[in-house]
């Protein structure tokens, strides 16, 4: 196979990636999508670090075995943790975090707010890497959100569940946006973008931050820089596999808008 045609990599603890899955689509028709979701395992958040390490270094090896051209660490949990992991695929990874800080960095902001999930709060990589990558000093303002990734994850479009992650959001929100007064906040989950209606309508005028386009965009970057990008008129597919339900994923992956869905199939878990 031409290195042109292998598929592009994505990989998330649950049905967050399909907030990046769905900006690659918008931005790169062409490419060919592998996405592997932990449904078995989701919320990785809510884990110790060892046990995230084990189960993301096997979503790697399923990328690494199915030859993809990059791949997209759509999880920020694992980001985390991506240098105990990237060893396992021989292709460039991008991460959620490192692009969630260079999208902070060109905003005309001061205070910034993260929300997140628990481990990767606790891990302070948010803040370290937005004072990183930004050129001025900003305050950044972190917030771990227990539930809410599993709430969005078995919850969306469903209007009693909607109830539940609106109130979710208010109970992880309302103190930093405001009290403390964030200028933007940046969705520091991938589970979160795909909520993203429902948080403008509870902040209106509140900016919000989607690593996932900064994600994309830095992989179109690469494609073209290398002649790696999938040329030819016939728009590419998107396979998506996980270790839960594979009934749940289907539905999901039409409820946020992905397009051009090949097949919806069942992978095994790791045992942990
Ligand atoms: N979507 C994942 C993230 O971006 C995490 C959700 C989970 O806790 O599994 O961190």
Redesign the pocket.
């Known amino acids: 196979m031409r290195e042109q045609d292998r598929p592009v990599g994505i990989l998330?603890?649950?049905i967050?990636?399909f907030s990046v899955a769905r900006q690659v689509q918008r931005l790169m028709p062409g490419e060919e999508l592998l996405y592997l979701g932990d449904g078995a395992h989701?919320?990785?958040?809510?884990h110790r670090e060892e046990e995230i390490v084990a189960m993301a270094r096997y979503l790697f090896r399923f990328m690494e075995e199915h030859g993809v051209k990059a791949l997209l660490v759509?999880?920020?949990?694992?980001s985390c943790v991506i240098d105990r992991c990237r060893q396992e695929v021989s292709c460039p990874v991008f991460n959620?975090i490192r692009a969630g800080a260079d999208a902070v960095a060109g905003l005309p902001v001061e205070k910034v707010g993260v929300i997140?999930?628990v481990?990767?709060h606790n891990s302070g990589a948010y803040p370290r890497e937005i004072l990183a990558q930004s050129p001025k000093k900003m305050v950044v303002l972190s917030c771990g959100c227990p539930d809410l990734?599993?709430l969005v994850e078995h919850n969306l479009d469903d209007p009693a569940g909607m109830v539940q992650v609106e109130e979710n959001l208010r109970q992880e929100l309302d103190q930093m946006v405001l009290e403390e007064k964030i200028q933007c906040c940046v969705l520091?989950?991938?589970?979160y973008p795909l909520v993203a209606d429902s948080i403008r309508r509870l902040y209106p005028g509140l900016p919000l931050v989607d690593p996932a386009e900064e994600m994309a965009r830095s992989l179109r970057g690469y494609l073209r820089a290398g002649g790696l990008e999938r040329e030819g008129t016939r728009p590419g597919g998107l396979s998506v596999y996980t270790t839960g339900d594979v009934a749940e994923y289907r539905l999901r992956a039409g409820q946020v808008g992905l397009e051009r869905i090949d097949r919806v199939e069942w992978y095994p878990p790791m045992e942990l």
């Open positions: 998330d603890s649950g967050g990636g989701i919320p990785y958040g809510n759509a999880c920020n949990t694992i959620a997140s999930t481990f990767t990734a599993r520091g989950c991938t589970h």
